[in-house]
């Protein structure tokens, strides 16, 4: 019997189906992951289940403060680490206004490319087994995970023929880490 406990994480993001890869490559590093596809379905999970990580987008439907959203998560679950994945954090004043809450989130940039969420999955496997303690040791982690991401892809490229002319060792790309 395996007795050892998972990571619990709440994904609540009103466009489930477009990042489905990312649940999947989270699930993958033995984090559970529960979603939601409102901000009142995430809020009803909040109120009855325990989650460990809560990572939220914060604009969708139906229109609604978002700001509010990661008040009422944090009083329901003040020991979750409460990640905000959102597309407009590239926008300096909606970033400011987020780091200026007393709520202790992690922000990260909903991935673009599959660099980018090679970063995103480790940063939030760093934040499942490490406790990432504040946003400069996310950011920190976020840059060695797609700098290892980067280095996999060199060690597992093979610029013999093969398709498109390179051939990559997908085990070697998506080993897992001993650390």
Not at 54 to 82: C, F, S, Y
């Amino acid at each position: 019997m395996n007795t050892e406990t998972k990571t619990r994480a709440l994904w609540i993001d009103d466009r489930i189906d477009e990042i489905v890869s990312l649940i999947l490559a989270v699930e993958s590093h033995g984090i559970q992951v529960t979603t939601a596809r409102s901000r009142d379905l995430g809020l009803e999970k909040c109120r009855t289940s325990i989650f460990d990580i809560v990572i939220t987008d914060l604009l969708m439907p139906p229109p609604g403060h978002p700001i509010e959203l990661l008040e009422n998560i944090r009083a329901l679950l003040p020991q979750a680490k409460l990640v905000v994945a959102s597309g407009y954090l590239e926008n300096d004043e909606y970033r400011r206004t987020l780091e200026s809450l007393r709520l202790d989130l992690t922000l990260l940039e909903k991935p673009k490319d599959p660099i980018e969420a090679a970063s995103f999955v480790e940063t939030i496997r760093r934040l499942s087994s490490k406790g990432l303690a504040n946003q400069q040791q996310v950011e920190a982690s976020a840059k060695a995970a797609k700098e290892t991401f980067l280095q996999r892809v060199a060690d597992a490229t093979d610029l013999k023929p093969g398709i498109a002319g390179v051939r990559i060792d997908l085990k070697k790309l998506f080993k897992k880490d001993s650390k």
